[in-house]
Structures are given as C-alpha cells and as structure tokens.
C-alpha cells in the first residue's frame, strides 16, 4: 500500500513539474521587449540598432514602443548624446534586467509613444540627426508630428518621416537652437 502511495505521489509531482513548466513557459511568451527594458532603466545597456549600429549608453527612459539612452551622461570634457530609439529597429539587447515590468505596472508617463517622445524633441528646437533603418542619415530640425510621421525641416525644406522607417533620432547636448 505504501508502494503504491508513493508512486501515486511521484505521478502527481511529475505531472505537477511539467504543469508548472508550461505555465511557466506560456507567461513568459507574454513578455516584451519593452516590459525587459523597462525594468532595465536607470542601468547601462549596449543595443545594436537596424540601421544605426551600436549605442551604448545609460537607458533613461522606456515607452511602449521606444526607449531614450544618452551617452557621456557626466562625462567631463564630452558632449552628451541622447538617442531617441524605436525598439522596432533594436535587433540585440546586452546589458538588461533579468526581471521585466509589465506595462500595467508603468506610470501613465511611461506609457506614451514614440509620437510623444518625438514632439519633446520638436519643442526643444535642437538640430538632430534622424536614422533610418536603411541606414539613411538626415541632419534635420523636427517640427510637427503627426500620426504616423514627423516633419523635419532640413536645408533643402521640408521632409516627412514614416515612423515605421525610423531606427532612432540623434541629438547632443552642444547641439544649435532653431529659431
């Protein structure tokens, strides 16, 4: 009788192992990028980015389908360079949590999209260089955002970027002042 009790108790902690496993498994699928790199904020990453290379930096901030990183970030005698980045465009990650942070857990803030991130950038008026995923540099001013695209001002005049085709908007903290 005790031999059949225990192996009635291994049946059911090998089928409660393997239970355990595919929940396991089916959780983590859930998982994104962005949540990883939430929780990833505030530490020092290396990312390879489609159509710009490497950026290696501080992550600053994490929004759904975005993260900001700046390079230099106090270092003495360096410009600081910030770096607006589509995580569409982000092929490899080194340097993340092992955690993630779930959107639900985000501030309201941390929350907004590219779009917003992009309008931060057209306020403040600085020159900045916008990539593309096909590696196209563009030495522009933004100006509007729209939906789907921002409006760059550039010395031959105006260009509308597709958000999809952004990897990322470079700006430094020398950068000139439109007017």
């Avoid at 092992?98 to 992009?118: C, D, F, M, T, Y």
């Avoid at 950038?121 to 260089?129: H, N, P, S, Y």
């Avoid at 970027?161 to 020398?174: F, I, K, N, R, W």
């Amino acid at each position: 009788m005790d031999d059949l009790e225990a192996q009635a108790e291994a049946a059911y902690d090998l089928e409660r192992h393997i239970d355990l496993a595919d929940r396991s498994r089916a959780e983590y699928a859930a998982v994104t990028l962005a949540s990883r790199l939430a929780a990833s904020v505030g530490g020092d990453v290396a990312l390879h980015v489609t159509g710009v290379g490497a950026v290696a930096g501080r992550l600053d901030r994490v929004g759904p389908d975005w993260c900001a990183v700046s390079i230099n970030k106090g270092a003495p005698g360096l410009p600081r360079q910030d770096w607006v980045l589509s995580l569409g465009a982000i092929a490899l990650v080194r340097g993340a949590s092992e955690r993630s942070l779930p959107e639900v857990a985000w501030s309201p803030v941390a929350k907004l999209g590219l779009g917003s991130a992009l309008r931060q950038l057209a306020e403040d008026g600085r020159r900045c260089v916008v990539r593309l995923r096909d590696g196209a540099a563009h030495d522009v001013v933004l100006h509007r955002v729209g939906a789907d695209f921002v409006e760059a001002q550039t010395g031959a005049g105006r260009l509308l970027v597709a958000c999809s085709a952004l990897a990322g908007v470079h700006s430094t903290s020398e950068a000139s002042r439109s007017g």
